[in-house]
Structure formats: C-alpha cells, structure tokens
C-alpha cells in the first residue's frame, strides 16, 4: 500500500496513518462505489478489497469501541470484536478488542446471536436505545448486554456518544450505516471520515454513506492511500 497524497510514499505504516490525533474522537469508516453506492447487492463486502479489510482491523484495533446501527449489525451478521496478535501493541494498557455498542430505537436485535452471547466480559456489548424500548426486551437485553437509555422517542446522538466517553470509551469507531451516519453528522459529532473507494460503478438504488437530513459539513483530505486501484482517504473535520 503506497501513499499518494500527501508527500507520496511506499510501504506505508497503516496504523502510524490512522493513529488518532486526540482522545475524544469520533471516526467514520465507511466504503463507497465510486459512483457514490455504499452497498453491492446489500452488502458492504461486495465493494471491499484486501486492503480495505487490513484497514477496517487496523481501526478496529486502535478503536476504544465500535459504535453500529441496529440494521447494520443485522444486515452484516455482526458477532464481537475479536482479538488479533497484531492488535497486541495497538492495544498496550487497554482490553484485547473493543466492544460493539449498537443504537437501536427499539430493540429489535437477535438478542440470542453471537453479538450478545459471545462477548467475552471484557468487552460486553453495549445497547444504546430509548425510554420508549419495550420493557420485556430492554430487561432480555440486560441480562446479556450493558443498556443505556440515551432518548426518549429516539436515540439521541449527544447523549449516547457521551455515555460511550463516560465508560472511558473516548475514541470511537463508526461503522455505520447510512443513517445513523446522517444523524451523526446532523449533530455535529463526526471528527473524521475514512472513506476506500472501490473501482467499480453500480447504479441502482443502493444509499449513500450518509443518509437523511442534508447537514453539509466542511472536511480537509489528510491522506490518500492506494493499492490495486482503491483510494483510501482520510478526511479530518476542517477546524483540525
């Protein structure tokens, strides 16, 4: 993987590119056909590429905790982080693998899969949902789960990545989706986006990264990295 922008480079160090410039800091990881498509036939794989996965764990690894919305972690068959060897100096001082937190206005998960019944106790999934949550299943999901009331109708973005950096979870990765993105960025809480664009061009009617009210915010391009023709950028938020 070569660096194209800025001062080009071969061989880069992947994690030394990604490392985190603070510790309250929001991160989007997210990949798009480069006609603006974050999906191929429902599924973010189908845009992905081998350097796209040494990323995603590379992230994942110097992540406090992944943070999900409730369709992407049923869409994509979300189980927990597990440990990687190369993780072991990205995460000196702290737990082997981050959790997964997931926003979910309603609870409406399989609270019987992996996510929930395979997270070791170090990382037990974190469930961000609403006063309004049935009250059977917000009791089901405590018993296999950390929930935290953010909102009442609905999740507030504020307050559940607060609650994250109550539980000394400062540096948070975003894995989507489009939504959630979207509410994300609505309330100003998006510090970075790392964006691999793939090669191909796929029409129809799949979403975008960000979905729903139109919030524009202004971002600077930190790097572009490249190999077999995916672009790998990192944008910061301007003010950085």
């Known amino acids: 993987m070569r660096r194209i922008h800025p001062d080009p480079a071969e061989d880069v160090d992947i994690a030394a590119a990604y490392a985190y410039p603070q510790d309250d800091w929001l991160r989007l990881n997210m990949v798009a056909s480069t006609d603006g498509a974050a999906w191929l036939k429902g599924l973010s794989g189908g845009l992905s590429s081998e350097g796209d996965h040494r990323i995603f764990g590379v992230l994942r690894g110097l992540a406090d905790v992944v943070l999900a919305g409730a369709a992407t972690v049923r869409t994509e068959g979300y189980g927990p982080a ?9 995460r000196e001082g702290r737990s082997p693998a981050p959790p997964i937190a997931v926003i979910t206005r309603r609870l409406d998960l399989d609270l019987s899969g992996a996510l929930f019944t395979e997270a070791p106790r170090y990382g037990r999934t974190i469930v961000l949902t609403t006063e309004s949550a049935p009250e059977d299943r917000r009791r089901e999901a405590g018993s296999k789960a950390e929930v935290v009331i953010a909102g009442e ?8 990545v607060q609650a994250l950096r109550d539980r000394g979870h400062r540096r948070i990765l975003c894995e989507g989706g489009p939504r959630l993105n979207g509410q994300l960025n609505a309330a100003g809480l998006i510090d970075e986006l790392c964006l691999t664009i793939s090669p191909l061009l796929v029409g ?30 990192r944008y910061v938020r301007e003010d950085e």
């Open 204 to 233: 129809g009617g799949a979403a975008r990264i960000l979905n729903g009210t139109s919030f524009p915010a202004r971002l600077r391009l930190a790097h572009v990295l490249e190999e077999n023709e995916f672009l790998f950028c």
């Open 82 to 90: 597990r440990p990687r060897a190369s993780w072991r100096e990205l």
């Open 153 to 160: 109708e609905r999740v507030d973005m504020r307050l559940a």
